[in-house]
Structures are given as structure tokens and as C-alpha cells.
């Protein structure tokens, strides 16, 4: 079978989008360390571990985050 090359770059083309936004779909939180989904309610006692909830990315023992947007630690404020 003959494919031009018109029809191939379509089908590599569609693949390869295909394959990127399946990532993008599978993986959307991987870097994002801020959990939407979370309500918390939370008392000075209980900051690591809502913050922990919170952040993924959460160190207790500095009390800091990888943030998904810059990549930079910042302290957890709630």
C-alpha cells in the first residue's frame, strides 16, 4: 500500500497529538503540587499535615513547597 506523503504527515501529525495530549491528560498533576480538591480546615497544630494535603511537594522539615509555576521553594501560607 502507498501512502503519499501528504497522508503520512497526518497520520504522524495526529499520532504524536494524540500521544501529547494523552500525556498532558494522564500526567496534568505530575508538577502541579497545589490539590484543588482539598478543603481544609486546619488549626496551628495541624499545619504539616494540611499542608502536607495541600502540597504534594510539602517538606515538614522546612516547612516549604516546590511550587509548579517557578519551580522554587516557597513557605506554605494557609
Known sequence: MFVTPFVAALLIGSFWTGVGATAVVNNSDLFDHHRSDVVITASTTDRDEACAAK?????????QYLSSRDYKWHDCTL
Open 55 to 63: 502540597y504534594r511537594s510539602y517538606r515538614a522539615d522546612t516547612g
